[in-house]
């Protein structure tokens, strides 16, 4: 998993998943209205249990959310390689440098 200590590569999808939700998705208001009913049931779920019960279900929202960050980094890294591929392949027939194989 991606953390501050992240170098090369990883830091840098760090650095731009950090950057698209603080400057696109909490601005979305698509984004937002889905966050509504999961914290509104979140929050009646935890009103109702003891507060041990209630820590259970923090500690489950936390690693949840864990599983779900993860799976945005590899989406995010696969494409941004596949723009990188793209890319070359943009620049390899702009520059009519010959037949791309795939």
Do not use: C, T
């Not at 170098?7 to 889905?34: A, N, P, S």
């Not at 980094?73 to 591929?85: F, Q, R, T, V």
């Amino acid at each position: 998993m991606l953390n501050s200590d992240s170098q090369g590569i990883q830091k840098f999808i760090l650095e731009r998943l950090v950057k698209i939700h603080d400057e696109l998705l909490i601005h979305d208001q698509e984004f937002r209205e889905l966050g509504e009913k999961p914290r509104e049931i979140l929050n009646q779920l935890s009103a109702k249990l003891p507060p041990e019960d209630s820590q259970l279900l923090d500690e489950y929202d936390s690693e949840r959310m864990a599983q779900m960050n993860r799976q945005d980094e590899l989406i995010y890294s696969e494409a941004l390689m596949d723009g990188i591929l793209f890319g070359y392949w943009v620049a390899l027939v702009g520059r009519g440098m010959g037949k791309i194989n795939i």
